[in-house]
Nanobody
Framework: QVQLVESGGGLVQAGGSLRLSCAAS????????MGWFRQAPGKEREFVGT??????????ADSVKGRFTISRDRDNAKNTVYLQMNSLKPEDTAVYYC?????????????????WGQGTQVTVSS
C-alpha cells in the first residue's frame, strides 16, 4: 500500500515563499517519478511539475517555471520530495497534491499517476 503525505502548506503574502514536502512510504520510492499538481476551487486539477526517479530530470508547467523547484533528497533515504515555491502570486492559491507513478519518468496528465496524497492548502494573499 502506497501512502503519500503532504505538508508545509499555509498562508503567505504575495511575493513570499513556501516549501511543501511529500513523504512517501509503502514501496521502492527511489525507483519512480513523482509529480505535483494543484486544484483551485471550481477548477480542474492541474499539473505543476514532475521529477524523475533519480532527480536528474524535472519538468514544469509554464505558469510556475522559474518560480517553483522540485527536488528529492539526494540519496532518497528520507523518501521525500519537495516543492519550493518562490515569488508566490494570488493565482497560486490552491490545494497542492503530490503523486507517484510506477515509471521512472513523470508525465503532466492526472491520469498518468497511480497514487495521490490528501493535499495541503496553499493560500496567497494579495
Amino acid at each position: 500500500q502506497v501512502q503519500l503525505v503532504e505538508s508545509g502548506g499555509g498562508l503567505v503574502q504575495a511575493g513570499g515563499s513556501l516549501r511543501l514536502s511529500c513523504a512517501a512510504s509503502g514501496r521502492t520510492f527511489s525507483s519512480y517519478a513523482m509529480g505535483w499538481f494543484r486544484q483551485a476551487p471550481g477548477k480542474e486539477r492541474e499539473f505543476v511539475g514532475t521529477i524523475s526517479w533519480s532527480g536528474g530530470s524535472t519538468y514544469y508547467a509554464d505558469s510556475v517555471k522559474g518560480r517553483f523547484t522540485i527536488s528529492r533528497d539526494r540519496d532518497n533515504a528520507k523518501n521525500t520530495v519537495y516543492l519550493q515555491m518562490n515569488s508566490l502570486k494570488p493565482e497560486d492559491t490552491a490545494v497542492y497534491y503530490c503523486a507517484t507513478r510506477t515509471r521512472r519518468y513523470g508525465g503532466s496528465s492526472v491520469d498518468a499517476y497511480d497514487y495521490w496524497g490528501q493535499g495541503t492548502q496553499v493560500t496567497v494573499s494579495s
